[in-house]
């Protein structure tokens, strides 16, 4: 540095000495300075193709990207084959969410430079985002092909790879990534993950300890998954320990079970269940608890739990599902009063009185949809594949133009229920933010009955319906009792769809499908408005 600043001084309008000296001023994570240097670098030389690369990387350090951005166009105008500012304009791009447009500037970069393993593996990642599994493949063995000791393409591969469910490849390649990084911590943990979706348990649990050992802060899920293998493995204090370590990381995230809790409730022992889960006091086992209460025919203290935990619970959407079917019930009100009667809030609407040529627009967002990564039988789905992405995160074009029929659906949606009382409409999330995922059902398939406790208001849009064969076969059916406090006299409203159905809904409302018979497929797109904050 010192070196580099004597060069300024003494040649203060030579453009060289403030390059070096932005170089090091960013290499030592003094990036505001090493903008100035860079700056200068242009200003002496502006038609220095690299002082603008310089000037782009540093400020995309900074989180500059939209100037970043205009620093790599200007040093790619001076220099049309400078491959490594295509590359960084390619992950700058990226960073803004242009993924498309990224794309080009990985392919421009690889296209000047053949051998780019960088560009190769940018334009992998990319790829993989974009769902594009097969072509995300081929640009990650291109980049092992040129430069074989690179961990993290080997383990991103892996993670291609386990998507597209070839597990033992995928395997092959954490290993790899393992080998030549003995301190990879991510590899160790999507090991972990894949082992443990193969049912080996123990090795899991030894990846999993590696990959907490070397960052025992950053994979919070690991602890998650750790406990539920040391539960399994009769750990239970152990696995105790990973449960809280998992919540104190994440507070506001729901554990994929809360610890003996959930598999107490599961064998019938309420009131040990209701004491475990007392311990955790999150938002889910808060729920939970009110659950073991009704199974325990112990109403009034449901009703006192949910008012002394008004407050915290005011957008719990599980309470709320259990809160309008105890009111029904008892037909006394809680004092939860986020939608006391949700089965009076269903919607119906249909694309066809938004987009001219539906049936047209329906072919070519399915079309679409084979592009985007399923797995099979994920979550509530039987017999059938579920989205593992969401689908309207950086969305193709047709489905673009569905997210808007949702995105307008939605006003009209508020306009009706404005004038209702419940803190459903009250609390209308302001910003539009929609997560989407699609289902396909198969013969006898169907989804069991659930609710979207991470959402507000949810929705299903139908692009491929089944015959009713008299029986409503393939129809939704919404109720008031769940899964955990069944009940046949509960209300419900069947809805039996037709194409371009558009069905929207309270999200604490519990809905299923009923199965169908017939050897057809039967797709769906669906969809939750998110709430306005993370609730607590």
């Known amino acids: 540095e010192k070196l580099a600043v ?16 932005g170089a090091v001023l ?20 502006p038609q220095d193709a690299e002082a603008h690369s310089n000037l782009g990387n540093t400020l995309k350090g900074l989180g500059r990207l939209d100037e970043a951005e205009a620093s790599y166009n200007q040093a790619i105008a001076l220099k049309p084959d400078y491959a490594e500012a295509h590359n960084n304009l390619g992950n700058t791009l990226k960073g803004l969410g242009r993924l498309d447009e990224a794309l080009a500037s990985y392919s421009q970069a690889i296209e000047f430079k053949h051998d780019y393993a960088l560009a190769h593996s ?42 597209l469910g070839r597990l033992n490849e995928a395997l092959a390649s954490f290993a790899r990534a393992i080998a030549l990084k003995s301190d990879f911590a991510e590899a160790h943990y999507n090991l972990g993950i894949l082992l443990k979706k193969l049912g080996r348990l123990n090795e899991a649990e030894t990846s999993y300890k590696r990959a907490i050992a070397l960052k025992p802060d950053d994979f919070a899920k690991a602890y998650d998954d750790l406990g539920v293998i040391l539960q399994s493995n009769g750990k239970s204090k152990d696995a105790e320990i990973c449960y809280r370590r998992y919540q104190s990381l994440e507070p506001n995230k729901l554990s994929s079970i809360i610890s003996r809790g959930e598999i107490l409730f599961d064998e019938g022992d309420f ?71 949700p089965l009076d809030f269903i919607y119906f609407s249909n694309i066809a009185s938004h987009i001219e040529d539906s049936d047209l627009l329906i072919k070519e967002v399915i ?21 593992s992405v969401d689908v309207f995160k950086n969305p193709l074009e047709k489905m673009s133009i569905l997210k808007q029929v949702i995105i307008d659906e939605l006003d009209s949606y508020h306009s009706k229920f404005k004038n209702e009382a419940c ?16 289902v396909i059902l198969k013969q006898e398939g169907y989804q069991s009955g659930h609710i979207h406790p991470g959402g507000w208001l949810s929705g299903v849009i139908y692009l491929r319906v089944v015959p009713a064969m008299g029986k409503q076969e393939g129809a939704i059916e919404f109720s008031l009792d769940g899964p955990n406090y069944p009940d046949t006299c509960s209300s419900r409203k069947i809805h039996q769809p037709e194409v371009g159905d558009i069905v929207f809904f309270p999200s604490s409302l519990h809905h299923r499908t009923i ?21 607590n």
Do not use: M
């Not at 004597?6 to 000296?21: A, D, I, M, N, Y």
């Not at 803190?423 to 699609?438: L, Q």
């Not at 199965?515 to 669906?526: H, L």
């Open 515 to 535: 199965p169908f018979t017939t050897d057809a497929d039967r797709i769906i797109v669906s969809f939750d408005l998110l709430p306005e904050a993370p609730k």
């Open 6 to 21: 004597s060069v300024t001084q003494e040649f203060p309008q030579h453009p060289f000495g403030w390059k070096v000296l």
């Open 271 to 341: 009131e040990q269940a209701l004491r475990v889960l007392d311990s955790y006091d999150n938002i889910t086992s808060r729920a939970i608890a009110l659950e073991c209460l009704y199974c325990l025919g112990r109403i009034e203290s449901i009703y006192e739990r949910i008012a002394a935990q008004a407050d915290l619970d005011s957008e719990n959407i599980r309470v709320a599902a259990i809160s309008a079917f105890l009111i029904e019930q008892t037909k006394k009100d809680t004092a939860h009063g986020f939608c006391n009667n």
């Open 26 to 45: 960013g290499a030592t994570g003094r990036k505001s300075e090493a903008v100035d240097a860079n700056q200068t670098a242009v200003a002496l030389s």
């Open 367 to 387: 079309d679409e949809l084979h592009h985007v990564k399923t797995d099979w039988e994920l979550n509530t789905t039987r017999n059938g594949f579920q989205a």
């Open 122 to 163: 940018n334009l992998g990642n990319t790829l993989k985002e974009l769902g594009r599994l097969d072509e995300a493949e081929a640009s990650y063995k291109q980049a092992i092909a040129l430069k074989p000791d690179l961990a993290e393409v080997h383990s991103n591969l892996g993670i291609t790879l386990k998507e």
């Open 423 to 438: 803190s459903f409409i009250a609390k209308w999330p302001s910003n539009k933010i929609i997560s989407g995922w699609h």
